[in-house]
T-cell receptor, first 113, second 113 residues
Framework: DTGVSQNPRHKITKRGQNVTFRCDPI?????LYWYRQTLGQGPEFLTY????????KSRLLSDRFSAERPKGSFSTLEIQRTEQGDSAMYLC???????????FGDGTRLSIL | DQQVKQNSPSLSVQEGRISILNCDYT??????FLWYKKYPAEGPTFLIS?????DKNEDGRFTVFLNKSAKHLSLHIVPSQPGDSAVYFC????????????FGSGTRLQVQP
């Protein structure tokens, strides 16, 4: 049983660059979530998909952020023109609608130089 | 505005004793509550959950209690083991269909051998 897989595990980039993260959910799960976690805080919800439809976006998801799940399987989260404040752990989770809980990947740690 | 609060940043207990982790919430629309455990460099791992129609749920050494009138839940671990040392997050969600989780800031549990 493969769990939620996230790549890369760590991304270091210069301020102003674009970055893209990938999440592969558990295969039978139709819901996919993105969260962001900063030091000393719990994960904060960013957005979620049911199949390929993006059903909800948080206020935290500024217009520099975009997420896709084109075929209802894997998802990508892109951040354009990165800023220092984007430095965080980006977590992906998946679940089967109507059957909780959400299962998390190990995250992608983004460091902005 | 923190809707889920974990007021104790850390807790230390002796091996074999009971660990009690607490969580308070303010949103009366929350109807599903979860506890996750997180080790360094890993994503959160689901431990146990409870629906608002119950006041207790037990799974092995882990029991979650929900007091809806006080908007308070707690996680009991009995007996505590050194391998339980981790950060524990309380999370909540509201309404059917909307399953974005709102997390507390976590409590670091240290179980002393």
């Amino acid at each position: 049983d493969t769990g939620v897989s996230q790549n890369p595990r760590h991304k270091i980039t210069k301020r102003g660059q674009n970055v893209t993260f990938r999440c592969d959910p558990i295969s039978e799960h139709n819901r996919l979530y993105w969260y962001r976690q900063t030091l000393g805080q719990g994960p904060e919800f960013l957005t979620y998909f049911q199949n390929e439809a993006q059903l909800e976006k948080s206020r935290l998801l500024s217009d520099r952020f975009s997420a896709e799940r084109p075929k209802g399987s894997f998802s990508t989260l892109e951040i354009q023109r990165t800023e220092q404040g984007d430095s965080a752990m980006y977590l992906c989770a998946s679940s089967f609608a109507g059957r909780e809980p959400q299962h998390f990947g190990d995250g992608t740690r983004l460091s902005i130089l | 505005d923190q809707q889920v609060k974990q007021n104790s940043p850390s807790l230390s207990v002796q091996e074999g004793r009971i660990s009690i982790l607490n969580c308070d919430y303010t949103n009366s629309m929350f109807d599903y509550f979860l506890w996750y455990k997180k080790y360094p460099a890993e994503g959160p791992t689901f431990l146990i959950s409870i629906s608002s129609i119950k006041d207790k749920n037990e799974d092995g050494r882990f029991t979650v209690f929900l007091n809806k009138s006080a908007k308070h839940l707690s996680l009991h671990i009995v007996p505590s083991q050194p391998g339980d040392s981790a950060v524990y997050f309380c999370a909540a969600s509201e309404g059917t269909g909307r399953r974005a989780l709102t997390f507390g800031s976590g409590t670091r549990l240290q179980v002393q051998p």
